[in-house]
């Protein structure tokens, strides 16, 4: 059974860090679009950070320069490193497995709150 679990969010004031960690069971993501997500209330979930099977990232224009995601197969994790956090980071960041261009599916974690604020 395929398992994705979010941890590491929490409460930071303005300018602090977090790094989120997303541990994958039950699937090897080397092959994988593996990538961070934010959803803020009465919104869609919005890509903040990609990784591709070729260790290539993306970023979204607000992440760039401040976040970095990497990921760690010998671990089956992939983390978000956020530095000087903003009062606009806030909201559950969800992470996610996606194999749909290798004839599988997009799997998803249940996410974790982050609050930016003094």
């Known amino acids: 059974q395929v398992e994705l679990v979010e941890s590491g969010g929490g409460l930071v004031h303005p300018g602090g860090y977090l790094i989120l960690s997303c541990r994958v069971s039950?699937?090897?993501?080397?092959?994988?679009?593996t990538g961070w997500h934010r959803q803020v209330p009465g919104q869609g979930r919005e890509l903040v950070a990609a990784?591709?099977?070729?260790?290539?990232?993306s970023y979204s224009d607000s992440a760039k320069g401040r976040f970095t995601i990497s990921r760690d197969p010998s671990r089956n994790t992939i983390n978000l490193r956020m530095n000087e956090l903003k009062p606009e980071d806030t909201g559950i960041y969800y992470c996610?497995?996606?194999?749909?261009?290798?004839?599988?599916?997009?799997?998803w974690g249940q996410g974790t709150q982050v609050t930016v604020s003094s």
């Open positions: 990784v591709q099977s070729d260790d290539e990232t």
């Open positions: 996610n497995v996606d194999l749909r261009l290798r004839g599988g599916k997009n799997w």
């Open positions: 039950g699937l090897g993501f080397y092959r994988a679009i």
